[in-house]
């Protein structure tokens, strides 16, 4: 095993992604494209767990992209680099994951809504201001925020803030301008800056 | 006064600027109290949503955190630049090591002080400051791996060998967030100091030595726990450590 650990090591070092994608589209290499799922499915999950606000969902849905990424390996041309290819497919597949439960629940509990569950959220966390502070309470309550936010805008949020991406490669993943993510970037900042407002009083710099 | 627009100051926040911009809205900040109240509620935002953290989170970007993990994760890092520098080559005194690659092993963790100057440093113009600095962090940079690899040595020989594969894996974690022409050189590194086909050690250990001369005293006992690291993570047939060709560099033994 512990040679085989430096051969792992070789093998993540000497395979660009694209040129492992290459192999998967060619040659059918299973080890390849093994590679690029050992690579990257830690980083899928995350994004969907933040991208669906369900950690657990995330798991699934992250399958879902890699299935999705082999069965329609041939789509793949190499113009955009894999990260950014696979950004988008995982974007995708959340995106088609929230239709899917929108349609199941369509019909009940019609005053559900995002704006709804963030308020009710909010007013049991005034009602003891301990809560508020209290760690899971707040992360909460951003979570909610956020899932306030239009699509558009929550997307870019979670691209930029949580996974860091720049806001090039972000207009590259949603293929908008550059100018519009850094605009719809400024919304969401501001219009979360409205929702988290009462609770962010409570600081005091 | 012309104030820059919502969306240069998003680039701003997120340091996506050019560093001549970045120093010019930083200007227009002191003087302008209107975005500054502007940016001032964007970040408080920007606090907020660090709150969200994902259960077992562990950011491909890593913190700047002192803390027996990420030592060992950065002794882990550092022992396979070292390694990789030696066997294409690179880390000499004439030729600065890659920066990127260092960068990435530096900020996983280095007490606080020496931190803020190393990266200082790195994000200098590297062409003529690095050639002047480069002996200065190479200094700094062996004295601190010492000190750490020396906890990391104690960990790992307490150990079983499943550990280290779990530290080698995390290593990988960290490095797989370095970009992919830096990829490339370390793969050929790799290639050469593959543990099955290192035939002679003592070549490695003459490097050290080199090093050790450079950086005086220091060094020596650098060379000896890297060592101790090498012995243990050999695979298949252990190779006992013998001490005394450590210092006997002339030695060269047959595998």
């Known amino acids: 095993m512990r040679a085989s650990v430096f051969s792992y090591l070789s093998d993540l070092f000497s395979l660009s992604d694209e040129q492992a994608m290459l192999r998967v589209q060619k040659e059918n290499d299973s080890h390849a494209f093994a590679l690029l799922v050992r690579r990257w499915q830690g980083r899928i999950q995350r994004l969907c767990a933040r991208l669906t606000g369900d950690v657990h969902r995330a798991e699934d849905i992250a399958q879902e992209v890699f299935m999705r990424v082999y069965a329609h390996r041939n789509d793949y041309r190499g113009e955009a680099s894999f990260a950014t290819y696979l950004r988008r497919i995982a974007l995708n597949a959340c995106y088609d994951e929230q239709r899917r439960l929108k349609r199941r629940n369509e019909g009940s509990l019609k005053h559900n809504n995002s704006e709804n569950t963030f308020n009710a959220a909010l007013e049991a966390s005034t009602l003891s201001p301990e809560m508020v502070a209290a760690k899971q309470e707040r992360a909460e309550l951003v979570r909610k925020a956020l899932f306030r936010l239009a699509d558009q805008y929550r997307q870019v949020v979670i691209l930029r803030h949580y996974e860091g991406l720049r806001f090039r490669e972000i207009a590259q993943v949603l293929d908008v301008p550059q100018g519009t993510v850094q605009s719809r970037m400024a919304e969401a900042l501001t219009q979360l800056g409205r929702f988290l407002k009462p609770i962010m009083k409570e600081e005091t710099h | ?255």
């Open chain 2, 1 to 255: 006064m012309n104030h820059p627009n919502r969306e240069e100051w998003m680039a701003y926040l997120y340091k996506d600027l050019g560093r001549k911009r970045q120093a010019e809205l930083k200007e227009h900040l002191k003087q302008c109290s209107q975005c500054q109240a502007e940016t001032s509620a964007w970040r408080s935002v920007m606090r907020e949503l660090d709150r969200w953290k994902l259960p077992q989170e562990h950011k491909a970007v890593p913190r700047l955190r002192w803390n027996i993990k990420w030592a060992t994760r950065w002794a882990a890092a550092a022992v396979v630049l070292i390694f990789a520098g030696y066997a294409v080559g690179r880390v000499t005194v004439a030729s600065p090591p890659d920066m990127e690659q260092l960068q990435l092993a530096l900020e996983t963790s280095l007490e606080p002080a020496i931190r803020q100057k190393v990266i200082e440093e790195l994000n200098r113009d590297w062409g003529l400051a690095l050639a002047n600095s480069y002996l200065r962090l190479k200094d700094e940079l062996s004295g601190q791996f010492r000190r750490e690899l020396n906890a990391y040595t104690l960990h790992t020989l307490a150990a079983s060998n499943a550990v280290t594969n779990e530290l080698l894996t995390e290593l990988i974690e960290a490095i797989n967030t370095a970009q992919a022409q830096d990829r490339r050189w370390v793969a050929a590194a790799l290639e050469q100091v593959e543990w099955n086909r290192l035939r002679d050690k003592s070549q490695f250990i003459n490097g050290l030595e080199v090093l050790a001369a450079e950086t005086g005293d220091e060094l020596q006992r650098t060379k000896q726990d890297l060592a101790h690291l090498l012995v243990y993570t050999q695979p298949g047939d252990l190779v006992p450590y013998e001490s005394e060709n450590l210092n006997n560099s002339n030695e060269r033994s047959e595998k």
